[in-house]
């Protein structure tokens, strides 16, 4: 089983460019998670969902809107980049959202 | 919002020495996990605690949950080089998502 898989893997965008980060998982799980994490700062909790058909806001999500596509898929949009964006994202899935999270290996974005 | 202070922030250690680090919060916590990231890639789980005291071995790793509920250790015994890596505490209150600490990086010197 591939597990998290997340695509794509490195991304460099120009100031206001917008990009979607995609994300996928096969375990049949319920919840689905986006995390960016930058230097000194550990993971930090972008936007999750709980369960198909519902998305919440966790710590940062300004700039940031998702999409939950069906219960695999689960997407991170960018409408207007901007530096202080570049960081590496990563995407997790759990059972449900008491359950441990198994991650993705993660985007590196650049913005510049 | 919740917050987890995790510590120490970095260690450098000779291979074969023993590894101590913790995790604190004014917050209580149902679970506690802690998480493993090598360079490049995802943390993965490496223990899970669901109860006040617990102390849960995985191979040379041992975790313990807090009495008080507010805090959580991580112990590896004879560090090995592929040890290496980032270490994540994580803290959940039932059906929210996790929180995460700051990571301690472990850096092992052979």
């Known amino acids: 089983n591939a597990g998290v898989t997340q695509t794509p893997k490195f991304q460099v965008l120009k100031t206001g460019q917008s990009m979607t980060l995609q994300c996928a998982q096969d375990?049949?799980?319920?919840?689905m998670y986006w995390y960016r994490q930058d230097p000194g700062m550990g993971l930090r909790l972008i936007y999750y969902?709980?369960?198909?058909?519902?998305?919440d806001k966790g710590e940062v999500p300004n700039g940031y809107n998702v999409s939950r596509l069906n219960k695999r898929e689960f997407s991170l949009r960018l409408e207007s980049a901007a530096p202080s964006q570049t960081s590496v994202y990563f995407c997790?899935?759990?059972?449900?959202?008491?359950?441990?999270?198994?991650f993705g290996s993660g985007t590196r974005l650049t913005v510049v | 919002g919740q917050q987890l202070n995790q510590s120490p922030q970095s260690m450098f250690i000779q291979e074969g020495e023993d590894v101590s680090m913790n995790c604190t919060s004014s917050?209580?916590?149902?679970?506690w996990l802690w998480y493993k990231q090598d360079p490049g890639e995802g943390p993965v789980l490496l223990i899970a605690?669901?109860?006040?005291?617990e102390l849960t071995s995985n191979g040379r790793l041992t975790a313990q949950f807090g009495i008080t509920r507010k805090d959580s250790f991580l112990n590896i015994s004879a560090s090995i080089p592929s040890d290496v890596g980032i270490y994540f505490c994580?803290?959940?209150?039932?059906?929210?998502?996790?929180?995460f600490g700051k990571g301690t990086r472990l850096s092992v010197i052979a």
């Open positions: 997790a899935s759990s059972r449900d959202i008491n359950y441990g999270y198994t």
């Open positions: 375990m049949n799980h319920n919840s």
């Open positions: 969902s709980a369960s198909e058909g519902t998305t």
């Open positions: 917050s209580i916590f149902n679970t």
């Open positions: 605690l669901y109860k006040a005291g």
């Open positions: 994580a803290g959940q209150v039932y059906n929210t998502p996790l929180v």
